[in-house]
Each structure stands twice: as structure tokens, then as C-alpha cells.
């Protein structure tokens, strides 16, 4: 049955929800889906220092970075990616960080070497199961090392206390998870997961300590 124009009962947010669909039809065309690949539930594998700086590495670091720079231009939105989300089963993500120059930092192989035991909870969206908003919990700082894209060991400690700050702790962690076969799904209740309706919803979203 189609709703009727003025149906006082029908949702009021279509329009946002049929241009965000759009956006997602294109998106999936680069970016798979939960259900679309097995490795996006499998822990990938480490990248061979020694092959960073490789022709082959490095055209995959190319690629994955035009992923995020297409999905951004697409979507105006997403902070992280991995290379599984986009079929290379290797432990890498490219992720946005429009305050360091280059806009784009590369973490391989990363290592969590501490955790914060204050977790927050954040409403979570992922490139690979949109638009499902997953309120997960997650430490509210991570400490992790991992190789840089020229092949250095470097040293993540940022515990900025902004929500810019919580925002890249928590990227990060989303990051590695998929790069151990975990989906932000799946650390929620099911009857949690609510769907990408508002316009207005990163602008809410907020941290809550739990
Ligand atoms: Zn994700």
C-alpha cells in the first residue's frame, strides 16, 4: 500500500532517507558488504615490513586511500577504513584526520599496547553495514604502536579529552577490530541497533560514559 501525500502516520524524514540510500548504492560499489565477503569475518593478515615499501604494497595503500577520499566525496562523511572493506585482507586502514597534515594517516599492523578501563558508548556507523547505527561501547583511549606508510614504527598516545579526541580513540579501535573480523554490530544487543533516519544525527551524537 502506498502512503497517501499529508498521511499524518507516515515517516517524516523520506526524502533524507531516499537521497541516503542513493549514496549508499554507490558506495557499496567499492566498499563490501556484511554477508558479501567472508574475510570481512576473519582476522586479516600481518603486512611483511619488508614489503612496505614495495611497488605492490604501495599501490595498494593508493587504492585504499581512494576509497576513503571517493566515500568522503560521495557521503561527505567517514573517518576510517580497512583494507578488508575493500576485498585486501591485510592488516592496514587509512583514516581521516583533517587536523594532521596530509588529512590521511596509515596505520599497519597495529599492536594495542594499553587500554583505558573508563569506557564510553558512541553511536557508531560502518562503511560495511550502513545505515545500522550501533551505540558500542568502547575504552575511552586506546595506546597502540604501528608502522607508518614509509615503514616506521610509530606511537599512538593521544588522550585528548575533546570529542574530536574520544572521536579518533574510538576510529582507531573500529580500525583494528575490523582487522580482526569484528563488525561494530556485533558488540550491541540487536534490539540497540536503530537505522540512519535523521539529518541531524552526527551533530547529536554524543559520548556517555558506561
Ligand atoms: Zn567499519
Redo the contacts with the bound molecule.
Sequence with gaps: MAFMKNNPIAPKTSKFKRETYEKLIKTGQFIYQIGELENLRKPSREVSIDKIKSPEFKSKIKYLKECMKKYRKITGLGR???AV?VGIPERFSVVYVPEIKGQLLIIINPKVTKRSEKFLKYPEM????EPIIAPVARPAWIEFEYYDEKGKKKYWKTKDNTKKGKIYNRVFQ??ID?MDGI??IDKVESKELTLLSSPTYHEKAEFEQV
Design positions: 576510517g577504513i580497512t572493506q560502518c562503511m560495511s553495514a573500529h580500525e575490523h563488525i561494530n
